[in-house]
């Protein structure tokens, strides 16, 4: 049976002197955690089709009159999808040899959060609608489908966030200072008669228009006041600007930084490294100076 290059990277499991396991264990690893089989891609597909099934109910249930009409049954389907995810779990651990590589990993915690919603809401009345989380577990119709390409180019992108994290750490802190001062500036010059009744709320005001959002309901009523204003709005541009620079910065390094325009004087070649001396392809020189002196 071929490996599926995008099936779930847990190991397989094996009995304590290291032979194969229980067939039991073997088959139900092989449908779970699998779907190069015929039963195991059923079984994705099944499962996908459940979780989408359990998001719609959860979003009807949200509605009043259908909560009104339809609860109790709402409410049974509910706990069915619940019960079901909770086995599908227990045996994903079950056939496992190594089950805490797969409770630590970002599907086992996605899919232990799926199933924790519906317990909670015995304590907490209403915590039952976070089940939308289950949303997170459609990620492994890439799995299904093999878009291998599709989680390198994520892949990609979340090594770039991860680079420049630093950056937008430092800029973040900069706007915080920026929102914390001009919040503390418009409480002085607006004052209580104004809306701006404590910092804290200038400092709100000062978010929503720092950041483009403008919601309206404070807004600053003297000349200087609406003079401050106009500057943090003018401002706003530069702050959406620079973490997108930041990121974009990031995901273009790899790609400038790798070869320059360059081409050998002597055969033509191009993609060669920025700090290039002679051409990979033909060993002349790439600067045209010395390749005429030799």
């Not at 994903?92 to 990993?105: D, F, G, H, V």
């Not at 804290?200 to 228009?209: D, L, Q």
């Amino acid at each position: 049976m071929p490996k599926n290059i995008l099936a779930d990277k847990f190991e397989r499991p094996q009995g304590p002197d290291g032979k194969p396991p229980a067939a039991w264990r073997a088959r139900t690893h092989e449908i779970i955690f699998e779907a190069d089989t015929a039963t195991g891609k059923l079984f994705d597909v099944v499962l996908i089709g459940m979780i989408i099934a359990s998001i719609i109910v959860v979003m009807l249930d949200s509605v009043a009159e259908i909560h009104d009409q339809y609860g109790s049954i709402l409410y049974f389907f509910e706990w069915l999808f619940t019960l079901l995810f909770t086995i599908e779990y227990a045996l994903r651990i079950a056939c496992l040899r190594r089950p805490a590589k797969y409770i630590k990993s970002f599907y086992g915690i996605v899919d232990l959060i799926a199933i924790l919603p519906t317990y909670l809401s015995l304590l907490l009345p209403g915590s039952q609608y976070l089940m939308v989380v289950r949303t997170f577990r459609l990620l492994r119709v890439f799995r299904i489908l093999k878009l291998a390409q599709y989680l390198n180019e994520a892949e990609f992108l979340l090594k770039a966030i991860r680079t420049s994290s630093r950056k937008i750490a430092v800029f973040l802190f900069v706007v915080l200072t920026m929102v914390l001062v001009f919040g503390s500036l418009l409480y002085m010059i607006e004052g209580d008669q104004n809306g701006f009744t404590s910092i804290g709320i200038s400092c709100y005001w000062a978010i929503t228009t720092l950041t483009t959002v403008g919601y309206g309901d404070l807004s600053p009523q003297t000349p200087l006041g609406r003079a401050v204003a106009s500057v943090i709005m003018i401002m706003g541009y530069g702050v959406i600007a620079v973490p997108t620079g930041i990121v974009t910065a990031e995901l273009v390094a790899p790609i400038t930084g790798k070869v320059s325009t360059q081409a050998c004087p002597d055969c033509g070649s191009g993609k060669h490294s920025y700090d290039a001396v002679y051409c990979k392809f033909c060993g002349a020189s790439l600067h045209a100076e010395d390749s005429s002196a030799t």
